[in-house]
């Protein structure tokens, strides 16, 4: 699932293929949006919220998108032909006399009032890019129930927005604790949050996620960019511990997330282990 940064790396793109301009194609294919059209409308901006879209028209409306698990955005200059995937997942075409954008697998686009965006967004918690950025009420949120395992707390969005599951993993293992360890006996939260919005705020500007440092992400051939996210059964890069995975649950039933752990690294409970 795309984080905080690649949304806001997302709408950066679209912003500067679409923004200023008049929309001369507006295709939303789906059931409730069939019968909207946007063309003759000038596109204001596109700005991301955690891991929401918003790209704001001319007469005050908001297309609201997001991405989810395989949903992307593709622009295409004017004429050439897209190659995002097949047409049928083809949820939204924007375009302009020059920059066409294209909405693949899109599992959510609503129309709204530019006026109405907190009906969609107004649940997020601070975003870390954001100019509404708050470490204090983000933490404040974060230790609200200090019984709820961290890694749960750290994918509610109603807390910290665009932290997802690469983050959590990794933000727990800089942390060294466990994604079960209960939040409130985390020894320095305040650490954990400057840690997530040091780590967005520098990933937004690179093309490949990175949260080790050089010393030693090239201790590992190839180099390893990340600690522990999608390593299970290899070497700890700080102590060589194998790596594990269990699932931690995101408070809903089919919305588990793969945690990765270092026993050798990482303090607190794991799974059948209290």
């Known amino acids: ?39 003759g409308r000038s596109v ?32 295409y200059p004017a004429g050439q032909r897209w190659t995002g995937g097949p047409a049928h997942q083809i949820r939204a ?7 066409t954008a294209v909405g ?56 910290l927005a665009g932290i997802g599951n690469v983050y959590m993993v990794e933000l727990c293992f800089l942390s060294r604790v466990t994604p079960w360890l209960p939040a409130g006996d985390l020894a320095d939260p305040e650490g954990l949050v400057a840690t ?3 780590l967005l705020a520098a990933n937004r500007e690179r093309p490949v996620r990175t949260t080790t440092p050089p010393a030693v992400r090239d201790r590992a051939r190839p180099p390893q960019r990340l600690y522990l996210y999608g390593r299970a059964g290899r070497p700890c890069l700080v102590c060589g511990t194998p790596v594990r995975v269990a699932s931690v649950s995101h408070g809903e039933p089919g919305r588990e997330r793969p945690a990765y752990w270092c026993p050798g690294c990482q303090r607190g409970p794991t799974p059948g282990r209290s």
């Open 1 to 39: 699932m795309p984080e905080g940064d690649t949304v806001w790396q997302a709408a950066r793109r679209l912003d500067t293929a679409l923004a200023g301009q008049v929309l001369v194609t507006s295709d939303l294919r789906t059931p409730r949006l069939a019968t909207a059209d946007l063309r």
């Open 93 to 99: 075409v924007l375009g302009t006399g020059e920059r």
């Open 44 to 75: 204001l901006d596109v700005t991301p919220r955690g891991k929401h879209l918003l790209t704001r028209v001319e007469g005050g409306l908001t297309l609201h998108s997001h991405l989810r698990m395989d949903g992307a955005w593709k622009i």
């Open 196 to 198: 997530g919005e040091r």
């Open 104 to 159: 693949y697998r899109l599992p959510v686009l609503d129309l709204l009032r530019t006026a109405d965006e907190q009906r969609v967004v107004g649940h997020l918690g601070p975003d870390p890019l954001g100019p509404d950025w708050d470490a204090r009420e983000a933490l404040r949120r974060l230790l609200a129930d200090p019984a709820r395992p961290l890694g749960a707390a750290l994918l509610d969005q109603r807390n």
